[in-house]
């Protein structure tokens, strides 16, 4: 069973730096693109940025208003991605979501969400 | 950037009701477009992709339709466990951008 599950979210102050997790289970998460998406508290969903596949490079990319700010890395020996966030301030207080990309011709989809770990940028 | 614009934002809906929601992005973006569902407290789920592929497992009551710019999704006979948000997703090329979002509620 395909699962991913984020970790490592909690409250920071403003100006503070926090590495978000994606685990995954059930496939190899170095054959596709990893997607990290974020919800502020009752809005919408926004794209953050990807890690491609270990085949495609495993570059990545980003939303501009988070490139420079946040780095997306991955682990293929321990099934794990990751969202490195610095210089936090409030308005990146959000539940943030890991999902897979299942890379086919249709273009960047969702197929797979983690269930979600809350930032909150507070001081 | 290209951006999604979904209407309405809001809809009331009875069980049966058939329910259209509209996406209309503002440059053409072929068939690549996805919608998703979401429920409070949980993660979005992909309901279709390439505009109109229903993903294995979504009830066929759910359909899509549109290229170009402008893509509806349908619900033909809404059931009690519809009620949800639902996004279309551009999914052509990044930055990757969503609708703002359509509420579906009971009437």
């Known amino acids: 069973e395909v699962q991913l599950v984020e970790s490592g979210g909690g409250l920071v102050q403003p100006g503070q730096s926090l590495r978000l997790s994606c685990t995954s289970s059930g496939f190899t998460i170095g054959d596709y693109i990893i997607h990290w998406v974020r919800q502020a508290p009752g809005k919408g969903l926004e794209w953050v940025g990807f890690?491609?596949?270990?085949?495609?490079?495993?570059?990545?990319e980003y939303a501009a208003s988070m490139k420079g700010r946040f780095t997306i890395s991955r682990d293929d020996s321990k099934n794990i991605a990751y969202l490195e966030m610095n210089s936090l301030n409030t308005e990146d207080s959000a539940m943030y979501y890991c999902?897979?990309?299942?890379?086919?011709?249709?273009?960047?989809?969702?197929?797979?969400w983690g269930q979600g770990t809350l930032v909150t940028v507070s001081s | 950037d290209i951006q999604m614009t979904q209407s309405p934002s809001s809809v009331s809906a009875s069980v049966g009701d058939r329910v259209t929601i509209s996406c209309r992005a503002s440059q053409g973006i072929s068939t690549r477009l996805a919608w998703y569902q979401q429920k409070p407290g949980k993660a979005p789920n992909l309901l279709i992709s390439s505009a109109s592929n229903l993903q294995s497992g979504v009830p066929s009551r759910f359909s899509g339709s549109g290229s170009g710019t402008d893509f509806i999704l349908t619900i033909s006979s809404l059931q009690p466990e519809d009620f949800a948000t639902y996004y279309c997703q551009r999914a052509n090329t990044f930055p990757i951008t969503f609708g703002q979002g359509t509420r579906l509620e009971i009437k």
């Open positions: 890690i491609r596949s270990k085949a495609s490079g495993g570059t990545t």
């Open positions: 999902a897979r990309d299942p890379v086919r011709a249709d273009g960047y989809n969702f197929d797979y």
